[in-house]
């Protein structure tokens, strides 16, 4: 069941309590939202409308109302506005998770190698902690399937558990991964390596069939810093695509104060994927993991997608906008809405 009463009280008390590191820029409305949303009817298999081609940009939206915290109900296509490059697209398709009509979710856990000396700074802080995840995961809708991958600073990579709706193998993966011996950390090579790693999650997502959203979750650290040549090459294998970053860890590492899309380097390269991509990062203590983790699915879950085709597929970087209209601001006069403020377009 998406929607109970104690769950979202939870995952309320995670998003505006426990430290969030970092969050995409919000856009407000005005004033109070009506009633939270009520739990939806079952889902009718006949009511999904699964779209993606390789034209249409699909744009995930999370809502929230900034009085209640809640996903807003009841949102209209109408009550969107979208712009590319600054020009108001026509929307030409749209799905709400409280209908049950989004694609269901990939849920990939995306982990550092062990490192020696490194646990608060790579995942090492998750060793025998996984099972701590496991209550938040009970809430995978029907559709909805985990997977694991991982990187290395020895810059190895791969895919450990492909998804699907084993959540015990999935666990017990990460566990595996924490018990290897450990590798050193800080090569350019491990950089390389992250690359080669998320390429693989969304090639491997892609190949699923009715194909999901893959939601890369980081249980990292973040101690981390990137050349911005490499941080640019992995923010464009994700703006390609659909997909949405977000990030737990145990609130040792907190993002740098100097944390921006400028200079020569990336501080924090989880944290500004999550950034980027429209999600968030959770610095947590180890009870409240799957606390984060539910507060990121009920994200997701309640999330609404608008599809437009682009004017040109050249290959390059494009600003997204997505505000609610004058009718939307009138109806949602609280609304604060989260997504992904690029995009590259096929060519």
Known sequence: ??????????????????????????????????????????????????????????????????????????????????????????VKSFDSGMNYSTRPIALWFVVQCYQKNWDDFGSGFMRDKTKLLKAALTH?????????????????????????????????????????????????????????????????SQQMNPQPLPVVVFLYGDHSGMERADIDAIQDELLKRSVIVFGINNGVIQRYQNFSEGGWSQPNVAMFLAWRTGGAFFGVKPENFSDALDAILMQVHFRYVLGFSPAKLDGKRH??????????????????LKARPEYIPGN
């Open 319 to 336: 600003a997204l906008k997505v505000e609610m209209s004058p009718s939307g601001k009138q109806r949602f006069k609280t609304a604060e």
């Open 1 to 90: 069941m998406r929607f109970d009463k104690t769950r979202v009280s939870v995952c309320l008390w995670v998003l505006t309590t426990v430290g969030m590191a970092v969050a995409l820029p919000r856009v407000k409305g005005q004033t109070p939202q009506p009633a939270p949303p009520q739990e939806p009817a079952p889902p009718q298999p006949e009511a999904a409308t699964i779209r993606v081609t390789s034209s249409m940009v699909l744009v995930d939206i999370i809502t929230t109302d900034s009085k209640t915290g809640l996903p807003l109900s009841g949102v209209k296509k109408e009550d969107f506005r979208l712009s590319d490059d600054g020009k108001e697209v026509d």
């Open 140 to 204: 995978l809708d029907k559709k909805d399937t985990v997977g694991v991958a991982h990187w290395c600073d020895d810059g190895t990579q791969g895919n450990d558990h492909l998804p699907d709706r084993n959540i015990d193998g999935a666990l017990n993966a990460i566990e595996e991964l924490m018990k290897q011996p450990p590798v050193i950390p800080g090569t350019r090579k491990g950089e390389l390596a992250l690359l080669r790693c998320l390429r693989g999650v969304l090639d491997e």
